[in-house]
Structures are given as C-alpha cells and as structure tokens.
C-alpha cells in the first residue's frame, strides 16, 4: 500500500495543527541556563522559559544573537557570549546566574558531514566531541554542587536521533551523542535521590538553519538511503515544548529518561 493512503478503517484526516500553549508561572523565581540560546532550539527554549515566568542565563558564540534575543526577550535575559568548550565559559555563566540554577538545558551542538569513520578527519572529530560532549560536562560540573546543596534541579541535555541509532549521522556526531546519552544516564544514577534530575530529549529532523559541512563522499551516501524514514520536519517550538516540561517541576519523578521527540522515527 503507498504510504500516502491511510490503513483500511482509518480516517484520512490532516493532522491537528499544534499550538503553542504557556503555562504562565510555570518558571517564576526561577533561573534556567540555556546554551545555543541565539538560535533554533536553543532561542525557542529561552522565549518559553522567560514567557513562562523565568529568568534565563542565554549562552552562545554569536554576541548579535544574544543581543537580538535580548532585545527581543527584555531584561528577563542575561546574555553570556562564549565557547562552552572554553574552561572560563563555565564561570561566566555561574557569575551571570549570581546564585542558584533551577535547570540547565545543554542545547548548543554542532554537525559533523557524515562521514563513516574511515573518512574522519581529527579537526572534526575533536570539535564534535569538545561542543557535544564535553561543553555540556563543563556546565553540568558547574551547577550541580548548588543543585545539590539546594536539594533539587533540572538538567536536560539535548541528544538526537543520531543518539538512538546508527544510521542518522557520521561516526563522529553519532559517537557525540551516545556518549552524551551515557553521561546523562551515568549522572542521573549518581544524583537518585538528591532532588536533582537529569535527563535528555532525542530531536529527529527540526527546522533550525544549524550549519552542516559538506557531506563526506562514502558515509552520506549510506546515511541518505535510511532518512526517507523520517516522518517530518519538526518546529523548534515543538522542540521546546518537550524540553521545557523536562526543565519544570512537572516533571518530578522523571530521571534518566531520554524522551524520544521525533514524530515516531525512533520506533520505526
């Protein structure tokens, strides 16, 4: 059967179309760090929090985009421009903050050009590994001793669907993320029972303009054949919806999950 005509006995319809809907309050008095925050997923994030009541610490490498979403957000944003590989980013950001972290999204990641391992070049894979890996080890070091001494936090790394399988990415991102899966598990264990959570959300394909190197010859042309299973493009919003649940205290009791938010392309 094409995949256009719906199964016997189900209804054709279009989908219900999503709307965004704030839960005012939700993140009164509190203060989220939010990486990647210029842009995409990470910018969507920071506008929620902040409508929902919240004070955001916005870190990315583009000070214009800091200064758009400040102009933007108002003075609900503390902008923080630096490199989350860099040791002096994770300062800074605790020096933005001034005092307790409630939750920290680690958004900020960048691509590799899906080259199987035999095409990796070692400028790529230590910029994936020092974005995706260990600038989100930096950030969480640093807030989790006020987590801890407060008796509760939030953090949620952003993963991918590259996290969950092998075909989505090259080696270099796909390694990224499962090792960001297995930091994020490994915290949650360690910190059970302290009122700190950590978490992850595994995004599929979303819109939003992160820039992607030319493609490497022998592994995009693999990864290409397994993305026609992808169910559809995703809203950053979308995305931030996910996410920010995971960053509220609605989400008590939720630790060491990683919430596939991709359509369905993980269960196919």
Do not use: C
Not at 64 to 75: K, M, S, V
Not at 198 to 221: K, L
């Amino acid at each position: 059967m094409p995949e256009s005509e719906p199964a016997p006995g189900v209804g054709g319809g279009a989908p219900e179309p999503w709307t965004e809907r704030v839960t005012t309050g939700r993140f009164d008095g509190q203060t989220v760090v939010v990486t990647g925050a210029a842009s995409g997923i990470g910018k969507a994030v920071a506008s929620r929090v902040v409508r929902e009541g919240g004070r955001v610490v916005a870190v990315d490498v583009s000070a214009d985009g800091l200064a758009a979403l400040t102009a933007e957000l108002g003075a609900a944003v503390a902008p923080v421009t630096a490199d989350v590989t860099e040791s002096a980013a994770a300062d800074a950001v605790m020096a933005a903050a001034g005092g307790r972290v409630h939750a920290l999204a680690n958004v900020a990641g960048v691509m590799d050009d899906d080259a199987a391992v035999h095409e990796v070049d070692d400028r790529t894979w230590s910029r994936v590994m020092r974005v995706n890996v260990e600038g989100p080890m930096r950030l969480m070091r640093a807030v989790a001793p006020g987590m801890l001494a407060a008796g509760g936090g939030r953090i949620v790394n952003i993963v991918s669907e590259a996290a969950l399988r092998g075909s989505a990415a090259g080696a270099a991102y796909t390694a990224s993320k499962h090792a960001l899966v297995g930091l994020t598990v490994s915290s949650a264990y360690q910190y059970a029972g302290t009122g700190v959570q950590v978490n992850a959300v595994a995004p599929g394909a979303v819109a939003t303009g992160i820039p992607r190197p030319a493609a490497a010859p022998y592994g995009s042309a693999r990864t290409a054949k397994m993305r026609v299973a992808i169910p559809g493009l995703a809203r950053a919003e979308e995305l931030a919806a996910s996410i920010t649940f995971l960053l509220s205290r609605d989400a008590v009791n939720i630790n060491g999950a990683v919430l596939p938010s991709d359509g369905g392309w993980s269960a196919a």
